[in-house]
């Protein structure tokens, strides 16, 4: 639905002045410490965007911390992570369950009551329950007989409308309920919406919460998203080059960070990424996409940068 609708769902006047644009690379991984979370900011000012303590092997509760106290007035944080689960095809994120969720919130609260005991805001609980475990594909070959959409043999599983907005850009985003193969990010979206429960409220959820008109908010990132607007193909869009970063840096318009050798490819997502929003932010159609219904807002969410 175009216009009215898709900007009262964003909550839009106008895009807020965002003085800081922070964009972490998630990760779903096991143990207490994730070496796949990387965390960078970029300023309005201008100048490259910097790592934010680099020499840090952050937790998903060390995040959670930083985002409930820590985190700077105006702030527009991206996190690399879905933010909810398809909805919108089936009416339902389980159905056939009777006790499945009526919108996002809802989600974050069940995830987190049922991996509670979970150490480190994981979420093992949650995909091995036994209602829970039958829309979901884990390995081992186990694939559960609800994990495709009714009356369909996708074998790529369930998709969001907005990961179906992101293949217009030529990427190949992975199910939420895909478990298997080093691109899933299904693990690494559940322990986020944990994070998310937790925050309480504090900082709003784009466009799950209206996008406010001062302060800080979060979105859904996608990083392949920011690497496609620095002229990268889609397949190509992980850099592990300080030079290849700078290139992309400067596509964008951004300061290039002047250094050489190898880098991580979750530092270089979160580094580029932040410079991507730093002017992502300033584009109104960016928070008023089409598709982008009100009960598609409380429900599934949305990518920022998504078309």
């Known amino acids: 639905m175009v216009g009215e609708e898709a900007a009262r769902a964003a909550g839009l006047t106008r895009p807020p002045d965002f003085r800081h644009f922070v964009a972490i690379d998630w990760s779903g991984a096991a143990g207490p410490r994730q070496k796949g979370i990387a965390i960078a900011i970029a300023v309005a000012a201008g100048g490259p965007p910097v790592l934010v303590e680099p020499d840090r092997t952050w937790s998903r509760a060390d995040v959670l911390v930083l985002l409930k106290e ?102 190949k985003p992975y199910s939420n309920f895909n478990l298997v193969g080093a691109a899933q990010v299904g693990k690494s979206s559940l322990t986020g919406m944990r994070v998310l429960h937790r925050l309480d409220g504090r900082v709003p959820v784009w466009p799950i919460d209206p996008l406010p008109p001062t302060g800080s908010a979060i979105v859904e990132i996608y990083t392949a998203i920011s690497a496609i607007s620095a002229a990268r193909a889609a397949g190509r869009s992980k850099i592990r080059d300080m030079g290849d970063l700078d290139a992309a840096l400067e596509a964008l318009g951004s300061p290039s960070i002047g250094r050489s050798g190898p880098v991580s490819d979750h530092a270089s997502d979160a580094l580029l990424t932040a410079a991507w929003l730093r002017n992502a932010a300033k584009r109104p159609e960016l928070w008023s996409p089409t598709a982008l219904t009100e009960k598609i807002a409380e429900t599934e969410g949305w990518t920022f940068g998504a078309p």
Request: aromatic fraction near 10%.
């Open 70 to 171: 820590d985190l700077s007035d105006d702030t527009l944080v991206g996190m690399d992570l879905g933010i909810s689960l398809p909805f919108a095809d089936c009416g339902a994120f389980f159905p056939g369950w009777n006790e499945s969720p009526r919108d996002a919130k809802s989600l974050w609260r069940m995830i987190d009551e049922i991996c509670a005991k979970d150490e480190h805001l994981s979420a093992s609980s949650f995909v091995d329950h036994p209602e829970l475990s039958r829309y979901y594909r884990r390995h081992g070959g186990r694939e559960g007989d609800r994990f495709h959409a009714p009356d369909t043999d996708s074998r790529r599983g369930r998709f969001r409308v907005t990961e179906r907005a992101q293949e217009a850009l030529g990427c």
